[in-house]
């Protein structure tokens, strides 16, 4: 089965500390893309960072960064300097490729609350 | 960013009717599209992959005929809920992406009361 876990079902960081959200999945499968998207109470959902599995240089967006572990099958997501508008689900994810197939499968989230 | 539009954001209908959900890319064209629902306070839980031109994937548990998911147009996809009861209530939400190798865009999401 191809599954994506977040162990942190809640974390808490205070403004402009840093936090790491982490996300470990499983596949058997060698192309894959990952994500983290957040859902703020809007439920909309936003891309916050993708990385591709190919590559070994961990991706980076502003105040965000991804630790990638193939070997590990770990991408934990790095926030730095917290702000107020941070505060959201955040959802590990892949998207795997089978031929001409593929599925974007979420892990289980991360609320992560900001604190003053 | 690209911008994908679900319609309508909230819907309430009676037990044993249909409703139809829409989901637009409004600026590109996405050869590829997801449905997820989602319940409170959990994960999106993916319904269905459909790919402009041809039948849905559905996820293994996911009735095809009462989810029945239309994607026949690279701009447009709809999901109908048939003969709905007050179980089918959730939040649905729609991704569309423009390949396979590219990220998904989310609609807004739709929230569905069956009552």
């Known amino acids: 089965a191809q599954t994506v876990t977040q162990s942190q079902p809640e974390m808490s960081v205070q403004e402009a500390e840093t936090v790491t959200l982490s996300c470990t999945y499983d596949t058997s499968e060698s192309d894959y893309y990952l994500f983290w998207y957040k859902q703020p109470p809007s439920r909309q959902m936003i891309l916050v960072i993708r990385?591709?599995?190919?590559?070994?240089q961990n991706a980076t967006e502003n105040r965000f960064s991804v630790n990638f572990q193939k070997a590990a099958k770990s991408f934990s997501l790095k926030i730095s300097d917290s702000q107020l508008g941070d505060a959201a689900m955040y959802f590990c994810?892949?998207?795997?490729?089978?031929?001409?197939?593929?599925?974007?499968?979420f892990g289980t989230g991360t609320r992560l609350q900001v604190t003053l | 960013g690209a911008v994908v539009s679900q319609h309508p954001s909230r819907v309430i209908c009676k037990s044993g009717t249909s409703v139809k959900i829409e989901c637009r890319s409004l600026?590109?064209?996405?050869?590829?599209m997801f449905w997820y629902r989602q319940f409170p306070k959990q994960s999106l839980m993916l319904m269905a992959t459909s790919n402009e031109g041809s039948k849905a994937t559905y996820e293994q548990g996911v009735e095809k005929d009462k989810f029945l998911i239309n994607h026949a147009s690279l701009t447009l996809s709809t999901l109908t809920v048939t003969s709905a009861h007050p179980e089918d209530s959730s939040f649905y939400i729609c991704?569309?992406?423009?390949?396979?190798?590219?990220?998904?865009?989310f609609g807004q999401g739709t929230r569905l009361t069956v009552v």
């Open positions: 994810a892949y998207r795997i490729y089978t031929g001409t197939a593929s599925k974007l499968t």
């Open positions: 990385q591709e599995a190919y590559k070994q």
């Open positions: 991704s569309a992406s423009t390949g396979v190798r590219t990220e998904a865009f």
């Open positions: 600026d590109f064209q996405a050869t590829t």
